[in-house]
């Protein structure tokens, strides 16, 4: 819809213009890959969701090599403006991008939409970022599926890990939402310098204590990437990430046995992320050294958190159940809701945001702007009252590590501690661990 909205506004301002899309994101404007939209592909495609009228990427836009290919692409099809769709990685693309296409004279804007899913994208401009709100429905219907099933069955806990590698606003809105018994929030963890084993405590606590209501079952939502925020296994994976730059490329290691890698690795690794590598269970270990994303860091989605969680409880419980002090039941299910609320099909606020900001995107270009971002403000205000305007990216700005070099990024927004969507959860949390107060 985003594209819809740019393609309306730019043949309503003159029916000769044209709008291409590059094909599989960034790599498409650096390789020349393209279609030209005409009425009959965009009209089959409004208010749908997904991205597959062009499909998605995530190659960086960063080298002068890749700077100069673009460009020659724009000036083949005689582009005076690129619009770039997506999260911070892709809106930091259009930052440099932009910065590129000002310095060398080529009179080319870009302009950025603000997409993604894990909500990250926010601050005093943005509200929200697209697809959030579809992909926090589309979620919070799973959940509520699960915890009906809990409800009839009442024999299993599920764990329910849910997308949200850097922010825990997905996790948080389906909490909201569904109102499950327990909900950790990576951002809480970090703060409060939670270790492992405290969550555990906390977690097995819960369980123990509905157990003596009579009640062996429960919901527990664990953002994807809660992993990193625990303080000794942020450390571990920073400082794994950083050596894992050079392993990749090293043969010896490559071709190396698991209990070889973990080796090296623990070798390798500073004395005290070292010790925490080799106390996890090898399931992890190995996902942990698995590919790197294309900025060098973990993926985080490939690790089975609530695996390791539910192993690790079953633990204590074992022990506590020795010490005469646990005598309920603990049988468990682990899911991942990742892709299933990635393409969704969208809700209302969405299709109307999102047409929105692209109709707005080319107001932006038509005022002869370029390096700012999309938005549209007023949001939980009826559409008639929404605001239009333009943020210049680089007030979004900070410096970060990417492959062991520091290099600006647009700031991920985390989840607020002190903000009121955290309170509304915090004051209720307590409530929900003990009864069933399930939303579907």
């Given at each position: ?93 259009a930052a440099l991008l932009a910065e590129w296409f000002v310095k060398n004279n080529t009179g080319i804007q870009v302009i950025g939409c603000p997409k993604t899913i894990d909500g990250d994208l926010k601050n005093e401009q943005i509200e929200i970022s697209f697809g959030f709100d579809t992909a926090t429905k589309t979620y919070a219907e799973l959940i509520g599926n699960i915890e009906r099933d809990a409800n009839s069955a009442k024999k299993y806990w599920h764990f329910v890990k849910i997308m949200g590698r850097s922010a825990s606003h997905v996790a948080l809105e389906a909490a909201l939402q569904t109102q499950p018994n327990i909900t950790l929030i990576s951002e809480e963890v970090e703060a409060k310098k939670m270790s492992l084993s405290s969550i555990i405590d906390y977690m097995s ?236």
């Amino acid at each position: 819809n985003v594209i819809a909205g740019l393609y309306d506004a730019l043949k309503s301002a003159n029916s000769s213009n044209k709008l291409y899309g590059f094909l599989g994101g960034p790599s498409g404007i650096i390789e020349g890959k393209y279609i030209e939209f005409t009425d009959e592909y965009i009209d089959s495609y409004r208010n749908t969701g997904g991205f597959d009228i062009i499909g998605s990427g995530r190659t960086k836009l960063e080298t002068e090599e890749q700077f100069k290919s673009s460009l020659e692409v724009c000036r083949k099809l005689n582009i005076s403006a690129v619009v770039i769709i997506g999260g911070d990685d892709s809106n930091t693309n259009a930052a440099l991008l932009a910065e590129w296409f000002v310095k060398n004279n080529t009179g080319i804007q870009v302009i950025g939409c603000p997409k993604t899913i894990d909500g990250d994208l926010k601050n005093e401009q943005i509200e929200i970022s697209f697809g959030f709100d579809t992909a926090t429905k589309t979620y919070a219907e799973l959940i509520g599926n699960i915890e009906r099933d809990a409800n009839s069955a009442k024999k299993y806990w599920h764990f329910v890990k849910i997308m949200g590698r850097s922010a825990s606003h997905v996790a948080l809105e389906a909490a909201l939402q569904t109102q499950p018994n327990i909900t950790l929030i990576s951002e809480e963890v970090e703060a409060k310098k939670m270790s492992l084993s405290s969550i555990i405590d906390y977690m097995s606590d819960i369980i123990v204590r509905r157990s003596e209501n009579g009640k062996n079952f429960g919901i527990a939502v664990i953002p994807e990437g809660l992993i990193e925020f625990i303080p000794e296994m942020g450390s571990m994976i920073s400082n794994l990430n950083d050596i894992m730059a050079s392993l990749e490329s090293d043969s010896s290691f490559v071709n190396a046995s698991s209990s070889e890698k973990f080796s090296i690795v623990e070798s390798k690794l500073e004395s005290e992320n070292a010790k925490v590598y080799s106390s996890l269970p090898a399931l992890i270990k190995e996902q942990l050294l698995a590919d790197r994303d294309p900025h060098g860091n973990v993926q985080v989605s490939k690790i089975e958190t609530e695996k390791l969680l539910i192993e690790m409880i079953s633990a204590k419980l074992s022990e506590m159940k020795k010490a005469g002090k646990f005598s309920g039941k603990f049988s468990s299910q682990s899911h991942f809701f990742g892709y299933e609320g990635r393409c969704a099909f969208p809700s209302n606020f969405d299709a109307d945001y999102c047409y929105s900001l692209g109709y707005n995107a080319f107001a932006l270009i038509n005022f002869g702007l370029t390096g700012y971002l999309s938005s549209v403000r007023n949001l939980t205000a009826p559409a008639s009252d929404w605001i239009a305007g333009g943020v210049p990216l680089t007030m979004m700005m900070n410096m970060e590590k990417r492959h062991g070099e520091m290099k600006p990024v647009i700031q991920k927004a985390l989840v607020e501690l002190d903000g009121p969507v955290f309170k509304a959860f915090e004051q209720n949390r307590e409530k929900w661990a003990k009864t069933d107060c399930y939303v579907f």
